[in-house]
């Protein structure tokens, strides 16, 4: 299996730009996960999906974040418009079954906005 | 407030000496796992503790659960460079992460 892959690897955009992240889970695990770290704030959760369905998204920051699920295969993250402030490393993570189990990480994108 | 806080923040060591490091919480976790950062890459799972009292060993690397569940540490024996890496610690249930040990382990 390929592991979670994350598109793009990195992102550098200009203030009030629309960006879009995305992310394909390990092909099986029913729960995927959207994390932005930070060295002042470390890794935060932002929403976390079980079967393409948003369970909790309170560690969305404002309504300019969303993310969706169309299919068990695809997960996007936007930020629109997009401030200096969310410049941050965005990971997306799988896992098989329950919240407690093993959580894979992709590669993350890193995202820059000028 | 962090509701995971990780000890040391940085730590810089010489090969073959042994370290310990520490994740404490006022708040009970029925688990928590320990994964390591290398950079560019995404954390990866090291080991999960469930018990309190729990001692697991991967080989130099000694994880412990504290009694009340409320705090962890990593003790490594005789640390390699390939150990450097940043350690993170996290409440499963929770989902919630500590800042992280950054370690670097010089030859």
């Known amino acids: 299996d390929a592991g979670v892959i994350q598109s793009p690897r990195h992102e550098v955009t200009e203030m009030g730009q629309e960006v879009t992240l995305r992310c394909k889970p390990i092909?099986?695990?029913?729960?995927l996960f959207w994390y932005r770290q930070t060295m002042m704030r470390g890794l935060e959760l932002l929403i976390y999906?079980?079967?393409?369905?948003?369970?909790?998204d309170s560690g969305m920051p404002e309504d300019r974040f969303s993310a969706k699920m169309p299919n068990a295969s695809f997960s996007t993250l936007k930020i629109q418009p997009s401030e200096p402030r969310d410049s941050a490393v965005y990971f997306c993570?799988?896992?098989?079954?329950?919240?407690?189990?093993?959580?894979?990480f992709g590669p993350g994108t890193r995202l820059t906005v000028l | 407030t962090q509701l995971l806080e990780q000890s040391p923040q940085f730590l810089s060591i010489q090969e073959g000496e042994n370290l310990t490091v520490y994740c404490n919480s006022s708040s009970v976790f029925s688990s928590l796992q320990w994964y390591r950062q290398e950079p560019g890459e995404g954390p990866v799972l090291l080991v999960t503790?469930?018990?309190?009292?729990e001692v697991k060993k991967l080989k130099r690397l000694t994880f412990q659960f504290g009694d009340a569940r409320k705090d962890s540490s990593l003790h490594i024996t005789a640390a390699q460079p390939g150990d450097t890496g940043l350690y993170l610690c996290?409440?499963?249930?929770?989902?919630?992460f500590g800042k992280g040990t950054k370690l670097t382990v010089n030859p």
């Open positions: 993570a799988s896992s098989l079954l329950a919240v407690r189990n093993e959580q894979f």
């Open positions: 092909s099986g695990h029913d729960y």
């Open positions: 999906f079980n079967n393409n369905v948003p369970i909790d």
């Open positions: 996290a409440g499963a249930e929770k989902l919630v």
């Open positions: 503790v469930v018990t309190g009292g």
